[in-house]
């Protein structure tokens, strides 16, 4: 049974930093890219960043490029997400989603999904 | 960036009705590569449609995904109980990939 556990949300003042992590097992997770998406609350989805299988490649959405820096840990089956610069409007909960695709040719879609970790910039 | 607009953005519906939810594009989704997604509150999003019409993995014949281009409909053709949710297009042919505002289905 596939699982996504992230962890590491939590209040930060703005311009403060954060670390979200994700615990993947039942896949072998080198195989496949993972991505981060937000939703705000009460809003939709926005995807925010994504890595493939080996680490090799990352992207990015425009509204954290520079800022955020996603990476992996395979050894760990664990990927990351550090954010810096954190803004009001990056309020948001952070699921872990698993691509369906397989090797390093980039993104698809998620056909699996962690429960989310919650992230509040205030002052 | 594609952006995709979803359409209406309630609809509201009695069990058993037939609904239809509307997903626009900016622009061509390339390869149909477009997928609909379903979230319930408090509840992660979950795969229905993968490559605008195959159904993900135990996704009832009852939803059924169509459409190319730049147009894309989801269709649920009698709603249960447990299709009272909200729906999210995504397309995953250029980058950045993009998610619709969402449409919500709600009891009437």
């Known amino acids: 049974e596939v699982q996504l556990l992230e962890s590491g949300g939590g209040l930060v003042q703005p311009g403060g930093s954060l670390r979200l992590s994700c615990v993947a097992s039942?896949?072998?997770?080198?195989?496949?890219?993972m991505s981060w998406v937000r939703q705000a609350p009460g809003k939709g989805l926005e995807w925010v960043s994504g890595?493939?299988?080996?680490?090799?490649?990352?992207y990015y959405a425009d509204s954290v490029r520079g800022r955020f820096t996603i990476s992996r840990d395979n050894s760990k089956n664990t990927v990351f997400l550090q954010m810096s610069s954190l803004r009001a409007e990056d309020t948001a909960a952070y699921y872990c989603?698993?691509?369906?695709?397989?090797?390093?040719?980039?993104?698809?879609?998620?056909?699996?999904w962690g429960q989310g970790t919650l992230v509040t910039v205030s002052s | 960036e594609i952006v995709l607009t979803q359409s209406p953005g309630t609809l509201s519906l009695s069990p058993g009705e037939r609904a239809t939810l509307s997903c626009r594009a900016s622009?061509?989704?390339?390869?149909?590569?477009l997928a609909w997604y379903q979230q319930k509150p408090g509840q992660a999003p979950r795969l229905l449609i993968y490559?605008?019409?195959s159904r993900a993995t135990g996704i009832p014949d009852r939803l059924s995904g169509s459409g190319s281009g730049t147009d894309f409909t989801l269709t649920i053709s009698r709603l249960e109980p447990e299709d009272f949710a909200v729906y999210y297009c995504?397309?995953?042919?250029?980058?950045?990939?993009?998610f619709g505002g969402g449409t919500k289905v709600e009891i009437k």
């Open positions: 622009q061509s989704v390339i390869s149909s590569y």
């Open positions: 490559g605008a019409s």
């Open positions: 890595i493939t299988g080996s680490g090799g490649s990352t």
């Open positions: 995504q397309q995953y042919g250029s980058s950045p990939l993009t």
């Open positions: 989603a698993k691509d369906v695709r397989f090797g390093n040719a980039g993104l698809y879609y998620f056909d699996y």
């Open positions: 039942g896949f072998i997770f080198t195989n496949y890219a």
